[in-house]
């Protein structure tokens, strides 16, 4: 979950980083996380096509947990700017629909 948050956050600071010269090392940091979020959702996908119910239940227990983990902390205007941060809002709204598109039942934590 953390892979793919990161990567999505990096999308984020992509785009809207204040120089380019950020926006162009954001866009290959995120690359490189969503090949990472890619591999990591491989595992996970394996894991629950060949666990036992036990073994299934324990892995989407476990995603659960990791998304309450999943936090932000809003570094101030002047930072979330420069490196094109998402503010808090707009972080839990993408970690949100993260959530609802893997089909996770859990409830996203306030940062």
Same mark, same amino acid.
């Given at each position: 979950?953390?892979?793919? +948050?990161?990567?999505?956050?990096?999308?984020?600071?992509?785009?809207?980083? %204040?120089?380019?010269?950020?926006?162009?090392? +954001?866009?290959?940091?995120?690359?490189?996380?969503?090949?990472? %979020?890619?591999?990591?959702?491989?595992?996970?996908?394996?894991?629950?096509?060949?666990?036992?119910?036990?073994?299934?239940?324990?892995?989407?227990?476990?995603?659960?947990?990791?998304?309450? #983990?999943?936090?932000?902390?809003?570094?101030?205007?002047?930072?979330?700017?420069?490196?094109?941060?998402?503010?808090?809002?707009?972080?839990?709204?993408?970690?949100?629909?993260?959530?609802?598109?893997?089909?996770?039942?859990?409830?996203? #934590?306030?940062?």
């Amino acid at each position: 979950m953390s892979e793919a +948050f990161g990567a999505a956050t990096a999308l984020v600071q992509a785009e809207r980083a %204040a120089d380019a010269e950020v926006r162009e090392v +954001f866009a290959v940091i995120a690359e490189e996380e969503l090949e990472h %979020a890619a591999l990591a959702w491989d595992v996970h996908a394996w894991l629950m096509a060949t666990g036992t119910r036990d073994e299934q239940a324990e892995i989407t227990n476990a995603l659960g947990e990791a998304v309450h #983990r999943v936090g932000y902390v809003d570094p101030g205007p002047s930072t979330r700017e420069a490196l094109g941060l998402p503010d808090t809002e707009t972080s839990q709204r993408l970690l949100a629909k993260m959530v609802e598109q893997l089909g996770v039942a859990a409830r996203v #934590r306030a940062a």
